[in-house]
């Protein structure tokens, strides 16, 4: 398994401005995901950190308003951009084990946007 | 309909309970199935993770996969206080890395 560091554990912010998340992994991984889940709901994956290339995103994600970085295969940044309170939610650092089948969790950034 | 089905709950048993928890899903491509469990306020963390058909025991807890029937469980023999958190399926197809999450169970283990 991998331990994953993630920082801020939570924080309250003023809508209009931004709040990049750091997420930080023990080993080198090939590929970490960023997921959101929002209050009683379940993970939705937001996109895909590739070290070397842009970040894959899904459906309903934009890079405007979720920009990441992957400077190298421990560690990459999500910010969430221009925020509303609609983007209150936790946001969720996921690495998958080999052969990308298990997936481990950092502990979430609680974000509430005021 | 979703790729995931799991009832939410909330889910409350005594003490020492076997606990059953259970999810359907429509794609035939998973092949690797995994059970989450979240405590408030943390990040989800792996507790059982199981390929293709069968059963796996990991001691009070059981998973079982039947892929002809789309159906998944997890089984909580002697259920404590302490399991009380909200668990969460997962799922990811053969050769694909996207995880498939359901919508999360709450249980709650009354002392």
């Known amino acids: 398994s991998a331990v994953i560091s993630q920082k801020p554990s939570r924080d309250i912010c003023q809508r209009g401005t931004s709040l990049t998340i750091q997420c930080q992994v023990d080993?080198?991984?090939?590929?970490m995901f960023w997921y959101r889940q929002q209050p009683g709901q379940s993970l939705t994956l937001i996109a895909t950190?590739?070290?070397?290339?842009?970040?894959?995103?899904e459906s309903g994600f934009v890079i405007d308003k979720f920009p990441i970085s992957r400077p190298n295969l421990t560690f990459s940044t999500l910010t969430v951009s221009n925020m509303s309170p609609e983007d209150s939610s936790i946001y969720l650092c996921?690495?998958?084990?080999?052969?990308?089948?298990?997936?481990?969790f950092g502990q979430g950034t609680r974000l509430t946007v005021v | 309909q979703k790729e995931v089905e799991q009832d939410p709950g909330p889910l409350s048993v005594p003490e020492g309970a076997i606990v059953s928890l259970n999810c359907t899903y429509s794609?035939?491509?998973?092949?690797?199935f995994m059970w989450y469990r979240q405590y408030s306020r943390k990040g989800p963390e792996l507790l059982m993770y199981?390929?293709?058909?069968g059963n796996k025991e990991d001691g009070r807890f059981t998973a079982q996969v039947d892929k002809s029937s789309k159906y998944i469980s997890l089984f909580i023999r002697d259920s404590q206080p302490s399991d009380s958190a909200t668990y969460l399926c997962?799922?990811?197809?053969?050769?694909?890395?996207?995880?498939?999450f359901g919508a999360g169970t709450r249980l709650f283990v009354k002392a």
């Open positions: 996921s690495v998958a084990a080999q052969g990308n089948t298990e997936a481990f």
């Open positions: 080993s080198q991984v090939t590929m």
């Open positions: 950190a590739n070290q070397g290339s842009e970040a894959t995103y």
């Open positions: 794609n035939s491509a998973f092949q690797y």
């Open positions: 199981t390929y293709s058909s």
């Open positions: 997962a799922m990811t197809p053969t050769g694909g890395f996207k995880t498939i």
